[in-house]
């Protein structure tokens, strides 16, 4: 019988449900693209565009001036799951998280306190210095898992030192590396700064994976936040965008800034639909690839593979050199199988199939018995230590030797 042969969308899908570098790699399904085709026309940079004007001379709403239904639907619906007043459709996360700094960010000296860790600090190009004109204060937790209330208190800067540059904004991220930030400790941080005037912004770009994981409303998770930036792409796998929610003033006056960053989509409702569809259809999977990352974890570090930080969500990050053999060489092995791997970063989608972590599984313990003889020896107490990281367990955990997207570093 002949095999039939794939198409390019196919192709694609295949070797997407195989690739474990990223979440944002999904691709949209045909059902989708149909969708999409229904989706409303109108312009919404020129409707917002028009906003400046009228409200000053008529005072007409900004609610009334949006032509796109789906767009506005859209950042209507995202509002109301966050308890925010309004919603701002943009093309990126990264865009999303500058729009926020820049529009809190209103004068320099000014500095943002944030894990050393976060996203805004690491990997959108130094936006909050090129854009906000902002010094960050960036602090390792001692925990290795989330900042505490202590550090964020020890580390601000306040009063009129005119050495320092005055802390306006605390932005957190949830979930980082995968891994949840406890509510309690964000609700504590929460009460303290805004007690002192300092604003609260969190990067929630999978937001929605805290929401699964911890069974919490979106709500109750973004309450202690001033604005929230909660990305349509990773984890979702929308095609694009991300939604930045928060008090409707600020997000007219985020509006103006979206514009000068270059933001602006035109007929924009195809991708706020696409967006939409994928909130209602892809969110439920979420808890599947929890499932799927658990058992790829627990099976990596039956074999021997470290667990570099507890597996809480959708990533797990491995560490092969106990087994003898750089990460490198796993990602050679695995492309064997057609298994892609970026870096000792892990990543399950809702497309990542069964069928790709049993082959990666399979890729290490063939280069275990490869290089057994260069295994190290590993102490109980570490072992103990990654494979309750597997199940997602932990006390404290070491800082990793890691740099950009996850490669080690010794």
């Given amino acids: 019988m002949a095999v039939k042969e794939l198409s390019p969308n196919e192709a694609t899908l295949l070797r997407i449900s195989h690739d474990f570098r990223t979440d944002t790699i999904t691709v949209p399904t045909d059902e989708m693209f149909d969708l999409m085709k229904h989706a409303t026309r109108g312009d919404d940079v020129y409707a917002i565009s028009l906003y400046a004007a009228a409200d000053t001379r008529l005072g007409i709403s900004l609610a009334i001036l949006q032509e796109d239904e789906d767009t506005i639907a859209l950042q209507n619906k995202i509002a109301q799951l966050a308890g925010k007043e309004a919603g701002l459709f943009c093309v990126s996360g990264t865009m999303s998280n500058q729009l926020a700094l820049r529009t ?19 990997y959108e190009a130094g936006g909050v210095a090129f854009h906000s004109q902002a010094n960050t204060i960036s602090q390792f937790p001692e925990n290795g898992h989330h900042l505490t209330l202590e550090e964020v208190e020890e580390n601000i800067i306040q009063g009129d030192d005119i050495h320092g540059a005055p802390t306006k904004v605390v932005s957190l991220e949830n979930t980082l590396s995968g891994m949840v930030f ?12 805004r007690a002192k005037g300092v604003i609260m912004h969190c990067d929630g770009a999978r937001m929605w994976e805290a929401q699964v994981k911890t069974g919490k409303s979106l709500k109750e998770l973004c309450a202690p936040f001033d604005t929230v930036s909660l990305c349509m792409s990773k984890g979702l796998g929308a095609p694009i965008g991300s939604v930045l929610v928060g008090p409707k003033a600020f997000i007219q006056k985020a509006i103006w800034f979206k514009k000068l960053f270059g ?13 939409n569809y994928c909130l ?37 990050w ?42 990666l599984v399979e890729a290490v313990k063939a280069l275990k018995e490869e290089y057994k003889h260069q295994a190290l020896v590993v102490s109980e107490e570490e ?3 990654w494979k309750g990281f597997a199940r997602g367990e932990w006390e404290k955990v070491p800082k990793p030797r890691t740099k950009r997207l996850g490669v080690l570093v010794y």
């Fill in 280 to 316: 209602d259809n892809h969110l439920p999977l979420l808890s599947r690839t929890h499932t799927l990352a658990s058992h790829l974890a627990v099976s990596l570090a039956d074999v021997g593979v470290r667990i570099l930080l507890p597996t809480e969500t959708n990533m797990v």
């Fill in 182 to 193: 406890p509510q309690d400790e964000i609700i504590k941080i929460s009460d303290s700064m």
């Fill in 263 to 275: 933001g602006g989509i035109r007929q924009a409702g195809s991708l706020a639909l696409a967006a």
């Fill in 383 to 385: 072992e103990k230590m």
């Fill in 104 to 122: 809190h960010l209103t004068q320099p000296p000014h500095s943002i306190m944030l894990d050393s860790r976060a996203h805004v600090h690491c």
């Fill in 318 to 359: 491995i560490d092969t050199v106990p087994l003898g053999f750089e990460i490198s060489t796993l990602i050679a092995k695995a492309k064997e199988s057609g298994v892609r791997l970026g870096g000792s970063r892990l990543v399950i989608h809702h497309q990542t199939s069964p069928d790709a972590v049993e082959k």
